[in-house]
């Protein structure tokens, strides 16, 4: 998403102006501070839908409209704030806050979804927690807790930064979460099916042996006997087919663990022979283990204890396997008994003589046929679950494993990006905070600030690498006492590698006399004086189109 301009206007004390935005980096730099530059950042994202708590003096957004044209790929839109109201395109779509942040996840094509904590259940979200890895409040951001607390509305869910991440880098387990629920509801009407079918069985055994009648000149007997068999039979035979990809798939896994255990052996074998090799030579030499052998020694066997347990996890999966063979085999016989009696049935004929005989036969026939149907038709549903729960099952160990290999290459980008800022900085420690750790970050001052810096833009980074979704970045200043000359230099020179190099829209605010730490010239500044908004009059009050249809 590229957001274009941003025209704010402020209806009671008669004051308005329009902001246009590059679609890389926007610089909003002032003289000096307390001109303005948090007051349109904050607006921005605020007219985005961001619920923004501590506002500069002076700007009162009770009395202000905003409006802001974006686009997202082909699709663009004016979104007109007016204090908890949005306006789509003008007055086409009016929405409150909760119907906005539904519209903006469909602007985005993405659909968020979170624990809440009370009661815990998935729950839609609002704007500020679609846009919480994007936006960093030069008030609230800063204050030691990274992400979690740049809002007062993340604390109504349960995990909220961490969900919302996993969904942007997409390792949400939420997929995982549907795919279980559907497999759930299909075995529960499994499990209803195949307790129809033992009703219908029992009824079935009043009625005797069906026979199909031999079609004759005289009483020109009906084939749809000998269709049931046959559809019957057909229905068996699919059964055979399955049971038999299922015996091969099993087979195939039986065949891979006894290979794995068979190199694991060797290996079991090998780390044994080292460890006896050490004992020995201490023996002979009459002496105590020296650190190195001790050392050599410990990693032998916890390797070698590793490998134990593989091998005996691998001989109870065996068990399992071996287990579920041998149940297939004996349903695989069960079905093929009863495939060869219908087939012997459908070859066995009887002439009838008179009417009599053969109106009784039929009606027998007829009732038994109808449960045998019945039968059919159930075992083909339950043929048909049975191939959903796999193709279900299947779906969801791609997905954990595809969500492993993202996550561990995410995790292995964050280590080298830790290590990375940590040579840049030299004087922070970085290597304290783990992935996915939104707890408080320690350290006051100058020093917090550097490690806050370091974590926002490596998250920045991350999201801007593993996610599909472009938003704007925004890092409203973080600076707001004197630092040292020395202290700025290497702060703004690790923005400007690190920050200001992302490929999505990005937003920072800075003052003129730190413009000279930055060394590169592909920056579209936008300079601010006080105050931001112009009065209005003649030149300007043809930006009141912009809110003319809003109503």
Known sequence: MIIEYIVIYDYINGRINKFDFDSKTNILISDGNIVGKSSLMKSVYYNLGYSIKVWPENWCIDNM??????????????????????????????????????????????????????????SDVYSSEVLLPFYIDQDKSWSGYLFSKSSDSFGRYNSCVKDIFDIYFGISNNEILELEIEKSERKS?????????????????DYPELKEPL?????????????????????????????????????????????????????????????????????????????????RRFKIRNNLYEIVYIIEENKKKLIQFEEKRTALRSTKEEILAEQKYYEEQSKNYKLFTDIESYIEEQATQKSALSYLKMEGDIIKRKFSIDEV????????????????????????????????????????KLSDSKFYDFKEVTGSGIYGNKILLALYTLYANLINEFSNYKLPFAMDSFIKNEIAAEQGKQMFAFLEEYYLTLQSQTFF????????????????????????????NAQNENLLNFFENVK
């Not at 009407?189 to 055994?205: D, P, Y």
């Not at 059964?239 to 006894?258: F, H």
């Not at 605010?509 to 209005?536: A, Q, T």
Request: proline share 1%; net charge positive; glycine share 2%.
């Open 65 to 122: 409209m905003f409006q802001l044209m974006v686009r997202n790929e082909e699709a663009k839109h004016s979104i007109t704030r007016h204090k908890n109201l949005f306006y789509i395109d003008g007055n086409q779509e009016v929405l409150n806050e909760k119907e906005y942040s539904m519209w903006l996840q469909n602007f985005l094509n993405i659909s968020i979804k979170i624990k809440k904590k009370k009661p815990k259940e998935l």
């Open 389 to 428: 729960i796999s193709g279900i099952s299947k779906d969801i160990a791609k997905k954990k494993r595809e969500i492993k290999k993202k996550r561990d290459a995410i995790n292995q980008k964050y280590l080298y990006l830790i290590n990375e800022y940590e040579r840049y900085f030299k004087d922070i």
């Open 215 to 295: 079609k004759t000149e005289k009483f020109g007997l009906s084939e749809g006997s000998v269709n049931e068999y046959l559809n019957r039979i057909n229905i068996l035979t699919s059964s055979t087919m399955e049971i038999n990809n299922k015996l091969l798939d099993n087979d195939i896994m039986i065949d891979e663990l006894k290979i794995e255990n068979l190199e694991l052996e060797k290996m079991k074998k090998k780390y044994e022979k080292n460890i006896k090799d050490i004992n020995h030579t201490c023996t002979l030499c009459n002496s105590k283990l020296t650190i190195e052998q001790s050392v």
């Open 189 to 205: 009407e499994l499990t209803t099916l195949i307790q129809k079918l033992e009703v219908i069985k029992k009824l079935g055994e």
């Open 509 to 536: 605010s800075i003052i003129e006399d730190n413009k000279k730490y930055l060394v590169k010239e592909n920056y579209h500044f936008i300079n601010l004086s006080k105050p931001i908004l112009n009065e209005l």
